[in-house]
């Protein structure tokens, strides 16, 4: 079974990144899968402002991985602008794609409803995915529920190119975690890298701190009664949380025993006990930037290979050789 899926280097790892996504990583890994696993950084220019910026994220999201131990050798991580081959499939697909498919998509209506720059980039970024996703033919693709309209674009374009033709391209099967279908950011709305509401996993515990006291709640003080199936601060504890621990937590938010600030205490340990490991790894490997580099070379040369030979077949089929 062949995985694949990518995270834009468009800001720090949050909450939603690692229950959206790296979580399942983690387990489809634990099964055995090969695992192909990308920086985006090509989706990224569609809103990077900074090249400063953009390069450190990409450092910061390969470390990312690397810190959470996707590293075996059936796992592949690599910088999607070291497969360039995607680029060339990304064309052929959108000589294929009408207006009317990405007019619709919510990745564009999204970003420019909240008066982001719209450019051609990101009104063709679902069309990159989709190239992304079937240049390398994986069975499945780990995503948060946002996520979910790009794949299915992504399977019409593959069945349109067999269709017109003949069988190529493998339909690849979303994989949304069912435990949480959108982890909330702090002010509700989906926690996001540019909505400025996300918490950062692997942020200084000062800004993780910050981050978390500035979860929105009602002004109910404490002592009284409080209603934890509305409180954004209970819903991102859940997350973390075993049956019997969120049980608990339930009943002190209902008799008053626990106020907001200490909820947001609690979540705030919880956080830094879970990432623990994952967090001193990524420190280490800020002091030895040599080791994430080189495991992105290993493996976009892997990717790469493996594209080179599905680009050729794909080229015979529609006739450019
Ligand atoms: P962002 O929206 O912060 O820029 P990305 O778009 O790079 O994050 O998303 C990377 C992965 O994380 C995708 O699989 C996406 O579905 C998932 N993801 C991002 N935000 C959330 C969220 N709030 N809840 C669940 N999954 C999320
Ligand atoms: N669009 C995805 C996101 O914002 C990132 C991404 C790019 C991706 N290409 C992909 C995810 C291919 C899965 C497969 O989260």
Redo the contacts with the bound molecule.
Sequence with gaps: MRI?????P?GSLHLG?YF??IEQFLNFQKSGAELFI?V?DL?ALTTAKNPADLKRSIFEVAAAFIAFGLVDEKTTIYR?SDVPETLELFWILSCLAPMGLLERAV?FKDKTVRGLDANVGLFN??I??AA??LILQPDK????K??KQ??EI?RDLAEKFNSQFGATLKLPEPEIPKKVAVVPGTDGEKMSKSYGNAIEIFAEESVLRKQIMRIKTDSTAKGQPLDYAKCLVFQLFKLFATAAEEKDLAEKYRNGEVGYGDAKQILFEKVLTKFGPARKKFQELQKNPSEVTKILEQGGAKARGEAAANLAKIRTKIGLK
């Design positions: 694949l899926s990518g995270i834009q468009s990144n959206g996504a990308f985006a989706h999607q990745s970024y679902p990159l995915q992304d996703i693709v780990p995503v948060g946002d996520q790009h794949l992504t």
